[in-house]
Nanobody
């Protein structure tokens, strides 16, 4: 059974930074690509960032490119999302997810395991 647990969310002022973590259980973390999604109230869940199983390839939504950085530590079975220069429009619940072997990084339908989410609020 795979479990994903996010942490690191909170309240931050515009321009500030946060680092989210996603801790995974199970022995196969290092063989799967992973991703971060977010969902704001009244909006659909949207892709934020994705990372290949090795960490050698990363993908970002245009809205976060240059501000966010995704990474992973397979020995610790943990994925990270470093978020800098945060804006009020980044406010959302952030979810980590494990990607299936097929499908695009950019659609939630390509992911088969999800965490419970962590709230990020950017406000002065």
């Amino acid at each position: 059974q795979v479990q994903l647990v996010e942490s690191g969310g909170g309240l931050v002022q515009p321009g500030g930074s946060l680092r989210l973590s996603c801790a995974a259980s199970g022995r196969t973390f290092s063989t799967y690509a992973m991703g971060w999604f977010r969902q704001a109230p009244g909006k659909e869940r949207e892709f934020v960032a994705g990372i290949s199983w090795s960490g050698g390839s990363t993908y970002y939504a245009d809205s976060v490119k240059g501000r966010f950085a995704i990474s992973r530590d397979n020995a610790k079975k943990t994925m990270y999302l470093q978020m800098n220069s945060l804006k009020p429009e980044d406010t959302a619940v952030y979810y980590c997810a494990r990607k299936d072997y097929s499908g695009t990084y950019f659609r939630p339908q390509s992911y088969n395991y999800w965490g419970q989410g962590t709230q990020v609020t950017v406000s002065s």
